[in-house]
């Protein structure tokens, strides 16, 4: 008979042996240690399937330190001899949506390159896709995981721009422009059942809310003080970030999204980053684009798994 339950406290200070051969993203025990630690892994958002004995079955969420609830599913195994996993799995989402009241995103982690000829993969994506459609999280978006390092060289400013600190009213002004005709699936998502004026002070909060500092926005204009975009570099708890970035819809396609990452780009170097990461949508092509100009390497591919807005 298998049970499902949350994690004890000790079962986080000491975590069980749980091998994991599937070719994605784990979460190991020293992380698990270090998440705990630092409060972004607790018991309540740790969920086990055990059959007898044995932990058959794990998923872990994932939050910031000051989350009341976990807001990402960083991991999600099944032990390859359960018959059917992705019933079980969708049988242990279901149970921890249920005590969170709500459905955290699930962020499937896979290789960068290959993932289509590879079997295994194909199969480890399989039946978490199955799983999580099955748990409501029905939305699939594919995210590039980008990666800067010194070695990649800090990028020269072309003096077409100016980069100025501003106020939350420019900010939320030039947010509500740039959202529109954005490829962003989430600024798409978010405009779907929101107006534009909301949609901006969510964004707005949002940024705020992350471990970057405000101090670092910077709103970018021509020589002759015309406004073109802006730039957010933020930070993870573990990295800088390149955060958000975008550029007025009437100025599109004229490279100033080179240097707006640009100016991000060099004012964490200059702070003594080592890394640098971002993410885009598979489908943001210009976005992509102007990373791969920038020496931003694809670490990585997510699969974001969300439910449906509203």
């Known amino acids: 008979m298998v049970r499902i339950r949350h994690a004890t406290a000790a079962e986080i200070q000491a975590p069980a042996d749980f091998t994991v051969t599937d070719p994605v993203a784990s979460v190991d025990a020293c992380r698990v240690r270090a998440e705990a630690a630092a409060g972004r892994i607790r018991p309540e958002w740790t969920w086990f399937a055990q059959d007898g004995s044995r932990i058959v079955a794990r998923a872990l969420w994932w939050g910031r330190e000051d989350s009341e609830r976990p807001l990402t599913l960083d991991c999600l195994h099944v032990v390859p001899e359960v018959p059917d996993r992705a019933a079980l799995a969708t049988e242990l989402l279901l ?7 709500t459905k955290p995103e699930y962020q499937l982690i896979v290789p960068a390159g290959g993932r289509a000829e590879d079997s295994a993969v194909v199969d480890a994506v399989a039946w978490r896709h199955d799983a999580a459609r099955a748990a409501g999280l029905t939305d699939v978006v594919e995210r590039l995981r980008y990666e800067w390092t010194p070695a990649s060289g800090v990028p020269a400013p072309s003096g077409r721009l100016v980069f100025r600190p501003a106020s939350d009213g420019e900010f939320l002004a030039v947010f509500r422009q740039v959202a529109v005709g954005s490829r962003d699936v989430a600024t798409q998502r978010d405009l779907a059942v929101m107006d534009a004026d909301s949609q901006a002070r969510a964004d707005l909060r949002f940024y705020e809310s992350c471990p970057g ?62 890394r640098i990461t971002a993410t885009t949508d598979v489908s943001n092509t210009p976005m992509a684009a102007a990373f791969d100009r920038s020496n931003y390497r694809v670490t990585e591919v997510r699969m974001v798994f969300t439910a449906p807005a509203g």
Do not use: C, K, Q
């Not at 149970?95 to 009241?101: L, W």
């Open 95 to 101: 149970r921890a949506h249920t005590e969170f009241d």
């Open 213 to 274: 500092e405000r101090g670092w926005w910077r709103l970018a204009e021509t020589t002759d003080g015309e406004w073109v975009g802006f730039a957010i570099p933020s930070a993870t708890p573990y990295d800088r970030n390149v955060g958000y970035l975008g550029v007025l819809p009437e100025l599109r396609g004229r490279g100033y999204v080179d240097d707006i990452l640009g100016e991000i780009t060099r004012m964490h170097a200059a702070d003594g980053a080592d």
